[in-house]
Nanobody, 113 residues
Framework: QVQLVESGGGLVQPGGSLRLSCAAS????????MAWYRQAPGKQRELVAG?????NTNYPDSVQGRFTISRDKNTVYLQMNSLKPEDTAVYYC?????????WGQGTQVTVSS
């Protein structure tokens, strides 16, 4: 069982920045594939960033160049810059371990003036 606890969400103005953190339990964090997803009201959950155990990253075009995922010890981060109103959503941390998905409780990010 993997437990994930997100933090760092909040309200930010367009063009601003936020950094999300996700603390993961378990002694084998180094082999987890980690990712951040988001879900806006009325929309499907979508991937915004992924990072492999070796540090390879992937992003959809919608956030490429603005978001950066990183990992250190038992924590994965999502640095979000140049935020737009359409980035407003609940952001979820995900761990994939041996084909199983684990999710955090989510953290709200609101981009509004």
């Amino acid at each position: 069982q993997v437990q994930l606890v997100e933090s760092g969400g909040g309200l930010v103005q367009p063009g601003g920045s936020l950094r999300l953190s996700c603390a993961a339990s378990g002694s084998r964090f180094s082999i987890y594939n980690m990712a951040w997803y988001r879900q806006a009201p009325g929309k499907q959950r979508e991937l915004v960033a992924g990072i492999s155990p070796l540090g390879n990253t992937n992003y959809p075009d919608s956030v490429q160049g603005r978001f950066t995922i990183s990992r250190d010890k038992n924590t994965v981060y999502l640095q979000m810059n140049s935020l737009k109103p359409e980035d407003t959503a609940v952001y979820y941390c995900n761990a994939r371990v041996s084909g199983r998905d684990f999710w955090g409780q989510g953290t709200q990010v609101t981009v509004s003036s």
